[in-house]
C-alpha cells in the first residue's frame, strides 16, 4: 500500500465511484489527516470503464528527455468532451523554469473498455498545442497511438529496443506555408488579378522556398512534387490560423502561429518552428566543432578543469543541472580548454560553456 498522493489519482477518481457518486481522493486524504473517518465501506466502491493519463512534461523526447524551460507562448488543451479530463499547470504566457519538476499537466481520457480510453486519449492529445516550448506531448501521442501500445506490448523497458522515429516536419512546413498563404489572402496580399485566379505566393520557412497556390490546392518545395493541400474545416484566419487540414488526403489538426519572424505549427502534438528568412536581419550564428553548449536551461552545477588546462577527449568538463538532472559536459576533443562560464551561473539553453582550442606545438630545440 502507498499511502502518498499519486501523480495518477485522476485516472482512480475517473473509474471508481462511491455509492454511484464520484470520489474526490484529495478531499478524502485531508479528511483522513485530520483525523475524520471514510464516509465509507469497501462494499460502497464500484469501479467501471477504464482510463489512461498521459504526463506533459518539458522535455525533448527525441533528445535524451532533457528538461526543457522557456515561456509558452500558446497552450491549446482539449475541451469539449466528458470523458476527457485536463488537469494543467501552464496557460499562455506562463513561464517553466529550470528549478522544478517539468511536469506542466496531465491529460486523462476515460471509456468504457482499454481501446476507447486510449483512442480517445491520441484524439486528447491531437487536440493539445503547446507553442514556445518543448514538451513531450507528440512522443508520448505516438506512443499511444502504435500497434504495440494498443496489443499492450508495451513495458517499462520496451523503449529501450524499440525507440521511436522522431518526427517529420515536411507536413508541418506545408501547413505552415498554407496558412501563410491565406493569412496574406485575408490581408489583401493573395495578388488577385481581375479577370483572373490569385497568383501564387511564394513563403520562405527556413532555408525552404515553397510556392502555394490557392487555386490549385497545392504547395510545391523546389525540386519536389507537389502536395495537394485543402482546408476541410476550423480555419481561422490572422496570426493563428491553421484548422483541419487535408494534404494529399490524409487530414489532421493543425495549429499554426504566425509571427514576424517564425511560424510556429502543432500537429500530432509535436510543434514545430520555422524561421522567415525575409522577415527576419537577425543571423543564424554556426558554432564550429569543439564547443561545449548547454543542451538545457539550468545551472552549471560544476567547473571540474581551470581555463587554459589540457584535456583529451571524453574529459569531465563540468556538469550542468536543472529540474532534478545532471548532465555531465565532456570535452568534445583534445587539446586546451577555455571555461566560458564559472560554477554556479545560471545558463540558457545553447549557451557556450567551454570551447576547445588545439594546443600549440613546441618548437624544437634542434
Known sequence: ???RLQVEHPVTEEVVTVRSERIDLVEQ???VAAGEELGFAQDDVAVTGHAIEARVYA?????GFLPQAGTATRVRWPEGSTDVRVEAGIEDG????????PMVGKIIARGADRETARRGLVAALDATAIGGLVTNTGFVRALADSDAFRDGEVHTAWLDSHPLPAPDPASAMVAAAWTVAAA????????????GPPADTWVELD?????????RGEVRRAGEPPTSCRTVGSAVGGAVGGGLLALDGVTAWFTVDIRPRSVEVSTRGHTFRFVRPT????????????????????TLARVEVRDGDLVVAGQPLGVLEAMK????LLAPADGVVRVRAAAGDQVAARQVLFEMEPELEKESDD
Open 184 to 195: 496574406a489572402a485575408a490581408d489583401g496580399g493573395d495578388g488577385w488579378r481581375l479577370g
Open 29 to 31: 486524504q485531508l479528511r
Open 207 to 215: 532555408d525552404a522556398v515553397l510556392r502555394v497556390s490557392t487555386a
Open 59 to 63: 522535455e525533448d523526447a527525441f533528445g
Open 279 to 298: 522577415a527576419s536581419s537577425i543571423a543564424t550564428a554556426e558554432l564550429s566543432d569543439g564547443v561545449v553548449l548547454a543542451a538545457m536551461p539550468g
Open 94 to 101: 506562463t513561464v517553466v523554469p529550470a528549478a522544478y519538476d
Open 325 to 328: 538532472m545532471e548532465v555531465a
Open 1 to 3: 500500500m502507498n499511502t
